[in-house]
């Protein structure tokens, strides 16, 4: 009896697991329709996203947003498989999806966190292709 | 008054205690840091947000009209944009006030010295903070890798300390 209420446990954590696994590419897909789906209002000839695009993104030094976060290296180091740092000195988990499979998965955190580091790091808005790219990048990473 | 809460944070910079302004062996004092456990309004708001990106700051550690208007602008906040929707900030706010240094909650230790007419944003501005961290003042301190800000208070209160 306890040896079945064991197996039972254990096949439930697998399930729990597995259905895990699969939901946060499934999370992140949604998210990167739903700039897809943005980028396509201004440009009907959209074609998809870019990990390299994004890549590029990530490393350049815009010089158009606070001058205490030049990029987003700043912070997360030039490498998203890297851990970062704040300025206030707290450790943040790696960007790269590898890494942190929880990332770019939840639409109000990622708008959050686009809307407040696009304006400190190029002092502007960025655009859905812009983060469909930078989302594509980290989930390669 | 209740009693204030208090989480005894003292363990050590061993590695670096010349970085925490200490001489070897000697043991930071308790940060005061009210529990949160148990939940008034906001207080979870607070703890996610606010620990982002920094050590989610004892409210006791600033009076309500700091907190009031630290909170008025997220969106320019110590060179960060940490803007939130109205109702979260708002929430955050609340707790903030309801549990700060002048608040039944308060210490009037952490009070002290604090003219009427002035409203610190910065912990580090409070008269408390610059009597007990007076090594952190000296010129280059918070700027190297390690400590990185004297806004990095886990550095050196690194708190494997129990609970009060």
Known sequence: MIRRS??????MLLAGGTALAATAPAARQSILDHYAAEARKTDAGFKGFSAAAGQAFFLAHPGTGR???PSCSTCH???PRNQGRTRAGKTLAPM???LSPSRFTDLAKVRKWFARN?????GRVCTPVEKGNFITFMAHQ | ??????LALGVMCAALPAACGLAEGETPRPVPVRATTGGPAGEADFARECSACHMAYPAALL???SWRALTSHLSTHFGEDASLDAPTTQRITGYLVSHAADSSDGSPGVMRGLPAGQTPERITDMPFW??????LLEPGVGTGPGLRSAANCMHCHNGSGGDD
């Open chain 1, 118 to 122: 696009c304006h400190t790091v190029y």
């Open chain 2, 1 to 6: 008054m209740k009693p204030l809460r208090l």
């Open chain 1, 96 to 98: 790269a999806v590898s």
């Open chain 2, 63 to 65: 009076p309500a009209r």
């Open chain 1, 67 to 69: 001058p205490e976060t």
């Open chain 1, 6 to 11: 064991a197996m039972a446990f254990s096949l």
């Open chain 2, 130 to 135: 610059r009597r007990i961290h007076d090594d």
């Open chain 1, 77 to 79: 180091t030039n490498s």
